[in-house]
């Protein structure tokens, strides 16, 4: 079992910086990846970022290249996401995802956190 936990959302203003944080616990494997999906209310939830657990290898959606970053450290078993430049658009639940393969279906992952909030004022 994989249980992860995220932290780190809030309120902030169009423009402004955010970093999530999800910490991971219980089996990792060197070739599971972690990603990020958002939810925004009435909608589905989309892919925004995944990065191998080694780190080697990231992608993102269109809509947030270039304004975030994900990342990991190993040591903290810990994945961050890096929000800057935040839109109003970026307003929705994220939740870390983790499976043993590289996927932007949230459908294929197997191990959920509980989401946070990030809210982004214009």
């Known amino acids: 079992q994989v249980q992860l936990v995220e932290s780190g959302g809030g309120l902030v203003q169009a423009g402004g910086s955010l970093r999530l944080s999800c910490a991971v616990s219980g089996r990792t494997f060197s070739s599971s990846v972690m990603a990020w999906f958002r939810q925004a209310p009435g909608k589905e939830r989309e892919f925004v970022a995944v990065i191998t657990w080694s780190g080697s290898s990231t992608e993102y959606a269109d809509s947030v290249k270039g304004r975030f970053t994900i990342s990991r450290d190993g040591a903290k078993n810990t994945v961050y996401l890096q929000m800057n430049s935040l839109k109003a658009e970026d307003t929705a639940v994220y939740y870390c995802?983790?499976?043993?393969?590289?996927?932007?279906?949230?459908?294929?992952?197997?191990?959920w956190g509980q989401g946070t909030q990030v809210t982004v004022s214009s």
């Open positions: 995802a983790s499976r043993y393969r590289s996927s932007r279906s949230p459908n294929e992952y197997d191990y």
